[in-house]
């Protein structure tokens, strides 16, 4: 149980830290949201998020706060789940 306990905190600092990176100028997201992705998607797709949307230029960048970061991660995150789950349907359960 430790070691999941650990697995879990250091994706946690993971997201944290890259986004920090990606958004040095809009406050971490509430540890509630963070919990909530991490429990129904991979790091890897909260990480490919944040990368999205670090991607965005600087005068875009600039008007993202906390909520509206927050939001589009959900929706990217959401978005990538039903490609995963039509291309999933589409071969026959196989990814």
Same mark, same amino acid.
């Given at each position: 149980?430790?070691? @999941?306990?650990?697995? $879990? *905190? @250091?994706?946690?600092?993971?997201?944290?830290?890259?986004?920090?990176?990606? $958004?040095?100028?809009?406050?971490?997201?509430?540890? *509630?949201?963070?919990?909530?992705?991490?429990?129904?998607?991979?790091? *890897?797709?909260?990480?490919?998020?944040?990368?999205?949307? @670090?991607?965005?230029?600087?005068?875009?960048?600039?008007?993202?706060? @906390?909520?509206?970061?927050?939001?589009?991660?959900?929706?990217?995150?959401?978005? *990538?789940?039903?490609?995963?789950?039509?291309?999933?349907?589409?071969?026959?359960?196989?990814?």
């Amino acid at each position: 149980m430790h070691a @999941q306990s650990d697995n $879990f *905190e @250091q994706q946690v600092i993971d997201i944290i830290t890259a986004y920090r990176i990606a $958004f040095p100028d809009v406050e971490v997201p509430a540890p *509630e949201w963070i919990t909530h992705w991490l429990t129904k998607y991979s790091r *890897e797709s909260i990480l490919a998020a944040i990368k999205t949307l @670090q991607a965005h230029s600087a005068n875009v960048k600039a008007r993202f706060t @906390q909520t509206s970061v927050g939001r589009a991660m959900s929706t990217l995150l959401r978005a *990538e789940a039903v490609r995963n789950a039509v291309a999933s349907a589409y071969t026959g359960g196989r990814s």
